[in-house]
């Protein structure tokens, strides 16, 4: 069983829509990052998190530590979003352990 | 400040032989992390370098190894390739190796044949 399982693996939406994307993860963690990877391979940070909210121009992250959860939100998507969204957590090491990551396609 | 940069950003090896990739981090960042990406997999931690030193190490064997250099540089060794080595492999620097945000090279995509 993968330490961190992210949902849902395939999304499509509409531009405009708003988008969550849901991550679990097994036992307490020091920090949660949401990462965002376009075809080809770059990665990008968009967040990195241990309690609370984050937002950033449309994108929105938040974590419940209690519940071992977080979210990332996106508000009014759009064709640009379209890429593959990773959730990755460190545990009581600096080692990153990534989710299988969920890809969103945004059509016009 | 200047991105995380990787080289090459392709490669074709034969199995058996010998592959050194290259990434460039970003000034002031003193850790790299190193990670595999096969095709349609999430990365896999391979290991980590904080000032020069391994600092962690996921489930990889020997064969790959590592050096972090004191100009923010850093290489990945992979002896004796195998055909299962084919993956983008992509490094990532930070400014601490304790929860510190990450920056993400493009990676170097290698194919063993």
């Known amino acids: 069983k993968n330490e961190v399982e992210q949902s849902p693996q395939n999304l499509t939406a509409q531009e405009g829509e708003f988008i969550t994307i849901n991550c679990s993860y097994s036992?307490?963690?020091?920090?949660l990052h949401w990462l965002q990877q376009h075809p080809g391979g770059g990665i990008v940070s968009l967040f990195m998190?241990?309690?609370g909210k984050k937002k950033h121009g449309r994108l929105i992250a938040t974590i419940n530590i209690q519940e071992k959860h977080s979210s990332l939100h996106i508000t009014a998507s759009h064709p640009r979003d379209s890429a593959v969204y990773i959730c990755a957590v460190t545990f009581d090491t600096d080692k990153l352990i990534f989710g299988t990551g969920t890809r969103l396609q945004v059509f016009p | 400040e200047t991105g995380v940069t990787q080289s090459p950003t392709h490669l074709i090896k034969t199995r058996g032989q010998q592959v050194t990739l290259r990434c460039s981090s970003q000034?002031?960042?003193?850790?790299v992390s190193w990670y595999q990406q096969a095709l349609g997999q999430g990365p896999q931690f391979i290991f980590q370098y904080y000032r020069e030193e391994e600092n962690g190490r996921g489930n990889f064997p020997p064969r790959f190894s590592g050096l972090q250099f004191p100009n923010y540089s850093s290489e990945l060794n992979v002896n004796a390739l195998e055909l299962d080595d084919s993956a983008l492999y992509l490094c990532a620097s930070s400014r601490d190796h304790l929860n510190s945000p990450l920056h993400f090279g493009n990676g170097t995509r290698l194919t063993v044949t």
């Open positions: 000034s002031g960042h003193n850790t």
């Open positions: 998190l241990s309690s």
């Open positions: 036992v307490g963690i020091s920090a």
